[in-house]
């Protein structure tokens, strides 16, 4: 009953698995070269997103039973060699869902109501009201790309707001309510105002937002992205915003991120990401749409409930 923790988590998932009889490790230093000489013994690996849990882990892990991915993607393991291997693999996207919602309508608002540039006006001794002057949701057109745990949690935070909501997925139907509207991807870029993406990373989510896809909008648009940065091509972001293609961006996630997310660095950055920082038609934050006191806590309860569930 041993289970190694490759990332710091809450706490909580540590004492809830202690008090059922697991033996909890922690190793947040070693490398992935390191841990593949050691993890044998491990029925259980708890990782975000430092190590890689690819086909060789997997295989060194040889009682390995599960992985627990504090978080919702789960672009970092490979689910075929899980899979065949009998090990499961958990996640735990209904721990962020909510703060990833309001993160992006914060952000939205924020870039609507221009308070972003306004707020450093003001701090500068500039009072400038007419340059200020906003636009509201309720007259926008909003779509939803990706229509999992955090797609529907932006569309719950939206639908208060009275504006009108298209949600979109390739893999689920049937999600459709009185406000929001299942919809076509075409149907999307044809009426909407704002484009949210949701979606998991792969293969054929990489470049989502692309030259041709911005070229295949009907109308101007706002794009926010709190999923994953490799969903939008910065250089042809760059290129929408310069001729008024994109409105406006908010970015939660960043093209040029590692991918263990916890650092970035900002001296080797191209220019595409360069014009981002300059751009009062930008809102950037630094991966943290999903990074609330509630949800740290949330995401390792329900980590909890599923390993707990599960029989070993």
Excluded at 117 to 145: F, Q
Aim: glycine share 8%; net charge neutral.
């Amino acid at each position: 009953m041993r289970v190694l923790f490759l990332d710091t988590v809450h706490p909580i998932l540590e004492e809830l698995l202690t008090a059922k009889g697991f033996i909890c490790t922690h190793d947040y230093v070693s490398t992935y070269e390191q841990i593949a000489l050691t993890i044998s013994p491990y029925i259980g690996v708890v990782i975000r997103s430092r190590i890689p849990m690819d086909a060789a882990l997997i295989a060194a892990a040889k009682n390995l039973k599960f992985i627990a991915r504090s978080g919702a993607g789960l672009e970092n393991i490979d689910l075929v060699a899980a899979r065949e291997a009998g090990v499961s693999v958990f996640n735990s996207p209904e721990g962020n869902r909510d703060a990833v919602g309001e993160h992006a309508i914060g952000m939205l608002l924020m870039l609507l109501n221009r308070l972003h540039h306004a707020d450093a006006e003001v701090r500068s001794g500039h009072w400038n009201r007419e340059g200020n002057r906003g636009k509201e949701l309720a007259a926008m057109t909003v779509g939803i790309i990706g229509y999992g745990h955090m797609g529907a949690a932006f569309a719950e935070k939206l639908a208060g707001f009275g504006c009108r909501i298209l949600a979109h997925d390739k893999y689920k139907s049937g999600f459709g309510s009185g406000k929001i509207m299942e919809s076509s991807l075409e149907k999307i870029r044809n009426e909407c105002d704002v484009i949210s993406l949701h979606l998991p990373l792969s293969q054929e989510t990489n470049f989502f937002i692309d030259a041709a896809f911005i070229a295949a909008m009907q109308k101007p648009f706002y794009l926010i992205n709190t999923a994953r940065g490799q969903h939008v091509n910065t250089a042809s972001l760059v290129s929408g915003l310069e001729n008024g293609k994109i409105l406006g961006a908010c970015l939660d996630v960043i093209e040029y991120e590692k991918k263990s997310f916890d650092h970035f660095d900002f001296t080797t950055l191209p220019a595409p990401f360069r014009y981002l920082t300059k751009s009062e038609k930008v809102v950037l934050s630094p991966h943290v749409a999903g990074w609330t006191a509630e949800s740290y806590e949330k995401l390792s309860l329900f980590l909890a409930e599923k390993i707990l569930n599960l029989t070993i």
